[in-house]
């Protein structure tokens, strides 16, 4: 079994957002990074990149293959997670915490009405494994 906390927001892409006030925080899910394997490289945006909805924002090399990571919702990039650099394995061993890809202050709050709660994403994994 996964974990999906249940106080993120989660996309169709396997993304997971953490709204504090006007900023947010984004990685991917321990679904997304188990399905990825060894995480051996990350590409993220410059701080001040501004950034819309279901923009390419970056990529996420695995020994299996490399993926884009989509921006839940428009912002200006506030800070990357910078360790990633010299420690990609960390959003395998903690993609919810240490393993953070992006904070940005967010455009357009109402956007975050497009997300999926933990039910429904547990509910989208479940109809993509059916």
Same mark, same amino acid.
């Given at each position: 079994m996964i974990t999906i906390p249940e106080d993120n927001l989660y996309t169709r892409e396997h993304e997971w957002l953490r709204i504090e006030?006007?900023?947010?925080?984004?990685?991917?899910?321990e679904h997304a990074q188990k399905s990825l394997g060894?995480?051996?490289y990350?590409?993220?945006p410059e701080i001040g990149d501004e950034i819309d909805a279901g923009d +390419?924002?970056? =990529?996420?090399?695995?020994? $299996?293959a490399v993926n884009s990571l989509y921006m839940p919702m428009s912002g200006n990039i506030i800070a990357v997670?910078?360790?990633?650099?010299?420690s990609p394995?960390?959003?395998?061993?903690?993609c919810y915490d240490e393993g953070w890809l992006i904070r940005f202050e967010l455009?357009?709050?109402?956007?975050?009405? +497009?997300?999926? =709660?933990?039910?429904?994403? $547990?509910e989208f994994l479940q109809e993509e494994e059916d």
């Open positions: 006030g006007n900023k947010a925080e984004v990685g991917i899910t060894d995480i051996v990350v590409e993220l +390419e924002f970056g =990529s996420i090399e695995s020994v $299996k997670n910078t360790e990633l650099k010299d394995e960390t959003i395998n061993e903690e455009s357009n709050q109402e956007e975050s009405s +497009e997300l999926l =709660s933990s039910k429904d994403y $547990k």
